[in-house]
């Protein structure tokens, strides 16, 4: 089951690997048609109603396809309102092929006729709010008429993204859903038949720029709305802790904290004045200190444990405490990795480890990604957790969902990219459910690696990374 906002993920993935929206909907129009053909036999009148989106233009593909049938083709609204390019082409090849087409101006200017067949191709997961007008008019003309109402893709009036029906929605006698079926349709109760529309199976495996789709600012939001990200780290290394700290803000974070031992506070805070210290005291984090910074952690949205915390025994140990109290969302990279398998913790974490780091925490690897996706998923189940392990293709998974990542090149093996990440996925981890923030992070920052390694050649460094990661993020060229 996916949501419509879900399949819109989908469908713009299917288009990044070459197999565009119009294709898919010549083959929903073609699904429609081959739906017709089971419950009206040729003449029978069949009335196609079709609104202003893709879920009209499904529709007025399908009337390419039903020829034999005694058809009327009705637009709820005008041409020129057709809201996408590829609706409107298809309203226009009905044009030019001269199909019996009308627009209806105004509800009251309805007239279904007496059909056999009636096709709701009003509004589809496009819809926000009970229906309108005039599509709440036609749908009741629908409702009180004696045809067979087919539905394209949903009833009219289902929201795609909950499964909750408007109390004007069309009351579907059988319903054509694309690719998979959508919340509310199996409560229905009603025929519901699940068109393969060719969209590939790797639109859904692999992380593409649909899945940037999911991110959206509220204009209205203010300052802290975006996510505060506390950083856990510093120690023995400064770079680490600054370069994921940066990477949180250029992630999105709105405000970026760094706990870390007193004795390199300064060092950290002299990388950037974008960043807010809360030292802790002595050398490295230690059991002792664990009370504090869960203090801290309460206030965050999401933790970024690990990058620069060294792996001392007492350093562990206050990690393994940390976690184990926390009960928010963490991300876990670096030497934290280690203690992740025996802690009991409420948190959901987001373990970022590469293959050595997966096998130093009991996971098994392959060179062959299609296994490695397999063994990181069994992995991610035994953990219960995320798992993000790096590599030529990145594999994501919580156990139950796999996503592959492909991008990035052999230049990002160079030290302080996997902070980046790890500062990336802690910032969309205060936005976006676990897998999806590791997805988008691990898509996000090696396609910012390839950019950098276009521009420059191999030879990049992690700071390189860093002030790209916003036009990557929000799709700006
Ligand atoms: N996502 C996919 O993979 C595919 C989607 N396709 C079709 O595309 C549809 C989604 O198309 P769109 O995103 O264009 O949206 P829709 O066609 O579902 O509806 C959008 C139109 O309806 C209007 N509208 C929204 N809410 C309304 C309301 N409450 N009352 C009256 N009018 C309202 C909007 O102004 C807009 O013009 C799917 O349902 C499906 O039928 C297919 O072409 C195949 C591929
Ligand atoms: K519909």
New binding site residues.
Partial sequence: MLTGSE??V??ENAAALGVP?KQ??ES?GHAVAQAVRTIADPGEQVVIVA????????ALVAARFLDDYDLRVLLLGRPDAI??TIARENWDALQHAEYPTETVRDSSALDLCTPDIVIDAM??????????EP?ATAAAAMNGSDATVLS???PSGLDAETGRLADNAVDADHVVT??DTKPGLPDLDVPVTVAD?G?PDAAELFVEQGDLTRLERDPASHKGDNGEVLVVGGGPYTGAPALTAQAALRGGADLVRVACPAVVAREIQSYSENLILRPFDGDHLAPPHVDRLADLAADHDTLVVGPGLGDHDATLEGVAELLSGFDGTAVVDADALSVVPDVETDADLVCTPHQGELLGMGGETSEDWRERADLVESFAAEIGHTMLVKGPYDIVSNGERTRVGRTGNPGMTVGGTGDVLAGVTGALACVQAPLDAAAIAAHTVGTVGDRVVEDRGYGLVATDLLEEIPSVLWQRE
């Fill in positions: 399949m819109g989908v469908d929206r898919l909907m929903s609104g202003r989106g893709n879920n009209g233009g499904d809201s996408t509004l589809g997961t496009g819809i926000a709010g009970d229906l309108r599509e394209v893709d949903v694309f690719h529309i969209i």
